[in-house]
Nanobody
Framework: QVQLVESGGGLVQAGDSLRLSCAAS????????MGWFRQGPGKEREFVAA????????GYASSVQGRFTISRDNVKNTVYLQMNSLKPEDTAVYYC???????????????WGQGTQVTVSS
């Protein structure tokens, strides 16, 4: 079992940066593939980024490619999402999630955090 707690969200202006953190508890974090998803107002949840258990492979949604960076620290049991050049359309609740597979599909993820709100004003 992996328990996940996100932090770092907030209200920023377009063009600003934020770094989200997801702290994990549980012995299996270092062998768990991790992802970030988001759900904007009136929208379905969508994939943002993923990283494999070793940190050697990453994947991004085209809408964030080049602006967002996912990383992890298996000593600190934490996964990060560095978000640069934020846009109003990035406004959403951001969730971190854990999976036994390296995937973009939300239904492959077994563990979910409670989410953190990111609001980007224009």
């Amino acid at each position: 079992q992996v328990q996940l707690v996100e932090s770092g969200g907030g209200l920023v202006q377009a063009g600003d940066s934020l770094r989200l953190s997801c702290a994990a508890s549980g012995r299996t974090f270092s062998s768990t593939n991790m992802g970030w998803f988001r759900q904007g107002p009136g929208k379905e949840r969508e994939f943002v980024a993923a990283i494999n258990w070793l940190g050697s492979a990453t994947g991004y949604a085209s809408s964030v490619q080049g602006r967002f960076t996912i990383s992890r620290d298996n000593v600190k049991n934490t996964v990060y999402l560095q978000m640069n050049s934020l846009k109003p359309e990035d406004t959403a609740v951001y969730y971190c999630a854990g999976s036994t597979t390296f995937s973009r599909m939300s239904d492959r993820y077994n563990y979910w955090g409670q989410g953190t709100q990111v609001t980007v004003s224009s």
